[in-house]
């Protein structure tokens, strides 16, 4: 049974930095493409960070480029998302994925990219504000 639970989600001040984590069960990273999503109040879920099977490249929205850094603890069956310089239009309910795949396949940024995720976790709140 595939299972994601995240963690994590504060109140920060912009400018600063948080450390998100969603931890696995029921499924090995060499089987499935892993990913970091985002809803904001009234928008549509986006994209944040995607992690290929195998090998672990990562793939990263325009918006958080140079800002994010998403990584995975295979030992550990956790993924991470590392969120420096914060701002406001950071503000969401944070969300990770999973999808199986056989492939370097990592659907982020299109706009069906969410529908094509089969398990998520629960979400988790960040929150930037003075």
């Known amino acids: 049974q595939v299972q994601l639970v995240e963690s994590g989600g504060a109140l920060v001040q912009p400018g600063g930095s948080l450390r998100l984590s969603c931890a696995t069960s029921?499924?090995?990273?060499?089987?499935?493409?892993i990913a970091w999503f985002r809803q904001a109040p009234g928008k549509e879920r986006e994209g944040v960070s995607c992690?290929?099977?195998?090998?672990?490249?990562?793939y990263y929205t325009e918006a958080v480029k140079g800002r994010f850094t998403a990584s995975r603890d295979n030992a550990k069956s956790t993924l991470y998302l590392q969120m420096n310089r914060l701002k406001p239009e950071d503000t969401a309910v944070y969300y990770c994925a999973a999808r199986r795949e056989n492939s370097a396949y990592c659907p982020l940024v299109t706009s069906g990219a969410k529908d094509e995720y089969t398990y998520w976790g629960q979400g988790t709140q960040v929150t930037v504000s003075e």
């Open positions: 029921g499924f090995t990273y060499d089987d499935y493409v």
């Open positions: 992690i290929t099977r195998g090998d672990g490249s990562t």
